[in-house]
């Protein structure tokens, strides 16, 4: 099957070549750039019938062809040189690609029907941990081969109360943390069968440790807003290493100013006392957040009346910096994924059916605009990640 994919790729590239309409970077980018530690891999999406993976070039302010069909609803994680792709609910696998390759599916498995994979904690080339946000088990596999290792019981961390028919029994473990041999997992707690809907959250949010010894919980800390929903960032400030997640509570359709950016400190194991950014003085939902530094940090913002921004803040005191673009609600085009990379630059997804693409800030020494258009990519963002 490998060889296949192989030889159906040198078919597509021979076609591509003798393509009058390609233009720079050449074909040879497909091979020499795709894993580049410079670069930022991108999730795409048409949300329906599936998306692809590419990779984008913050400083050249291109993107590269992305040929390899992935999920229309997916996450992605970078692992020894590979690319992990997180396919969610509907197709329940995991699919590794090779970035030296074009970026071709070396290889897949399946996580469970229905199960819903929401990340993958890969420890090393023998073992990783794979969050299932439908099931009540987190599951344990070679993440080379996808070969079952063994599962985590988590159904204790579930709600325990609901406004419906009863608590559903799923603890929605969502987004992992590795740091320093540390294993961390964020447990929502959603009550799914409340009348109201649209998945509101109980009275508690979970930041659970594992013990990757003996593969069993080992400590649960509690937010202090529920429905940790960001993707986590490690960072260092305040002198200490911290895991940075923003927690919204009730967001969307019954959305509420009753969460805010948390950080958890490595060292003491304890949250910092508030939040980096109250919702009360952002305005809104706080979607996604990423700090740059204890003096700056970015966040997603959407209001109840659907406007959306990306602001500017200071997580030491909590206060608005500026906003950096803002989108009015009678404008369809929303911001998908933040990401600071190791040199500085911010980079925003910018879904927009009619012109997708990552806008690129360079926070250096300031914040400036280094694409003045978004860099266009073939179908809407979703999700990025840093190629190292």
């Known amino acids: 099957m490998y060889f296949k994919r192989i030889f159906g790729l040198f078919i597509l590239i021979h076609n591509l070549i003798h393509c009058q309409d390609i233009k720079r970077p050449g074909i040879e980018a497909l091979f020499l750039l795709q894993g580049s530690p410079q670069n930022i891999g991108v999730i795409t999406s048409d949300f329906g019938g599936g998306g692809r993976y590419n990779v984008v070039d913050p400083r050249g302010g291109f993107a590269l062809p992305g040929l390899t069909p992935i999920h229309s609803d997916a996450s992605v994680r970078f692992f020894n040189g590979k690319i ?48 299932r946000y439908n099931s009540k088990s987190m599951l344990i596999v070679n993440p080379t081969n996808g070969v079952r290792i063994g599962e985590i019981d988590l159904s204790a961390y579930a709600e325990t109360q609901s406004q419906g028919t009863g608590p559903d029994g799923l603890p929605e473990m969502s987004w992992m943390v590795q740091h320093q041999g540390r294993i961390f997992v964020t447990i929502q707690r959603l009550d799914r069968n409340n009348p109201q809907g649209f998945l509101p959250p109980t009275d508690r949010s979970y930041l659970l440790e594992l013990d990757p010894v003996t593969n069993t919980p080992k400590t649960n800390y509690t937010f202090q807003a529920t429905n940790p929903i960001s993707k986590p960032q490690v960072i260092n400030i305040f002198g200490d290493d911290h895991i940075i997640i923003a927690t919204p509570g009730r967001i969307g359709f019954i959305s509420e100013l009753d969460g805010g950016v948390e950080a958890f400190n490595l060292r003491t194991n304890e949250f910092r006392p508030g939040f980096l950014l109250d919702e009360r003085v952002a305005g809104g939902d706080i979607l996604g957040v990423q700090i740059r530094n204890e003096n700056l940090g970015f966040a997603s913002i959407l209001d109840k009346e659907f406007n959306k921004k990306i602001i500017q803040f200071n997580p030491s005191n909590g206060s608005i910096l500026s906003n950096l673009v803002e989108v009015p609600n009678s404008v369809s085009t929303n911001f998908s994924g933040l990401l600071i990379t190791s040199d500085g630059l911010l980079a925003v997804g910018v879904s927009d059916i009619n012109s997708p693409g990552i806008l690129v800030y360079d926070t250096n020494g300031g914040v400036r605009q280094i694409s003045p258009f978004p860099v266009r990519t073939e179908l809407t963002p979703t999700g990025l990640i840093e190629l190292q």
Do not use: M
């Not at 090779?98 to 071709?104: E, K, R």
């Open 84 to 131: 992990f792709i997180i396919n969610r609910l509907n197709r329940d696998s995991i699919q590794i690609l090779n970035p030296s390759i074009a970026n071709i599916t070396e290889q897949e498995f399946s996580v469970g029907q229905g199960t819903n994979p929401h990340d993958i904690a890969i420890i090393d080339e023998n073992k990783a941990y794979i969050s």
